[in-house]
DNA sequence: ACCTGAACACCGTTCAAGT
DNA sequence: ACCTGAACACCGTTCAAGT
């Protein structure tokens, strides 16, 4: 008997993973659990053990699924719009799936999608004939910010809806204690006005720095940076 | 009867949090548990909920600890060198503290040591004459660079010790499968030439982002940044 | 004021068994 | 080949009780 609604079309690995993402973007990475995901599929915990190894196999699994909606850059493009094409893209993809980059940051084995937007992403500065040491450091100092994310200094890092704004008394106690959070707070460059409480990772922060850093490599390149002789 | 021994010199929340501290350090942020705490300290779970709200604010006081170790620069100094040598004290705390990183990833709520860092921070762009607005992009583009750590690409971001390089079969697979990543993983910039397997998001690597970024601020800074005019 | 004991509602994962 | 059931060894946290 296979249920009185005949459902359940038989596990596969890829039905597991779209559900775990799905069932992620809706109630979030701390939730998701292997026996919730399982119930979610009408199915036993034990059944997903067949689909994937454990819960971190899950996690690379998803993690992959997200980084698999990056989408390349037009080909032939230079290697800074190239670089820049392809961060913007996996920001939008995070985007989508706002628990992805806490996922993205746990994940110790690098799965083939993120090998391959890697390797893309160096491509493009070797191609655009960086040196391999600059591209390796110009790929360091990228850091996460590749994968379209910063880590943010004033929003709640796992929020999924607005945050309540603090009252005028918190406010004001706040502004005194850290006058200088204050002062920049209170620089109203985003669109709503309401910086302390919400929108300050929005897109012209990300780019605003993202654009600072290709600057500074375009800078080096063209100034035909060396490494520092080491000190025999 | 307090125990044979006579130990448990009476909990309190100092003692609690510098006792996770040291678990974390030892054991690793995954496997530090309110109840292995509570046995560290010879005392049942749910003494500690006295002395700590839940786990959330247990890693809260944790990450202060971690936090209130960075010393602030000599008072006088220019901002380039403040802003520098909090952010290295800053990397030196976290790299006593492994697990630290993660945990002020994951933390929504802004500590007192914490709001002090990003205050002392802003002040430092600030009294260098630096705009508010100026002040709060770049500060959002230190991003966690600030607290001294980036994400990394290559390494194992739970690395406690070295990982085991792989073997050279593997490797020969890797670099065909991507001769982009090879090319630059191959550069021996790093001391021990085993780029790969270990020592890539050394000092050196760090303190290049860091000043490519110090020095796109400056740059900015004396080029009279203005923030782009609203398109009305 | 501080700690305890027992219990509740969860986890991830094993093992041996079913079809 | 795929799914199930029961069990194990854990979690964080509640409640009412002890001293």
Redesign the pocket.
């Known amino acids: 008997m296979p249920?009185p609604t005949g459902r359940?079309p038989?596990?596969?690995r890829d039905r597991v993973l779209h559900a775990a993402v799905a069932l992620a973007d809706e109630v979030g990475l701390e939730?998701?659990?292997?026996?919730?995901?399982?119930?979610e599929l009408?199915?036993?915990?034990?059944?997903?053990?067949?689909?994937?190894?454990?819960?971190?196999?899950?996690l690379d699994g998803m993690v992959d699924v997200v980084v698999g909606e990056i989408e390349p850059p037009a080909p032939g493009v230079e290697w800074r719009d190239a670089v820049r094409g392809r961060v913007l893209s996996a920001r939008r993809a995070l985007l989508r799936h706002p628990w992805a980059r806490r996922a993205l940051e746990t994940r110790t084995t690098r799965t083939a999608a993120v090998l391959d937007q890697m390797d893309a992403t160096a491509a493009a500065f070797l191609t655009g004939g960086f040196s391999a040491e600059l591209t390796h450091h110009v790929m360091h100092a990228l850091g996460s910010r590749m994968w379209g994310f910063t880590q943010e200094l004033f929003d709640d890092p796992a929020a999924q809806g607005p945050a309540a704004p603090p009252d005028p008394a918190t406010m004001r106690a706040m502004a005194e204690r850290y006058p200088h959070i204050a002062a920049i707070a209170l620089t109203t460059t985003h669109e709503d006005g309401t910086v302390v409480g919400r929108g300050c990772d929005d897109q012209a922060e990300f780019e605003f720095a993202l654009d600072l850093m290709l600057d500074g490599f375009a800078r080096l390149h063209e100034q035909g940076w060396r490494p520092p002789q080491p000190a025999v």
Chains 1, 2 share one sequence.
Do not use: I
């Open positions: 249920g359940r038989r596990l596969n939730a998701l659990s292997m026996r919730r995901l399982a119930a009408d199915v036993v915990p034990m059944a997903l053990y067949k689909h994937v190894a454990d819960k971190e196999a899950l």
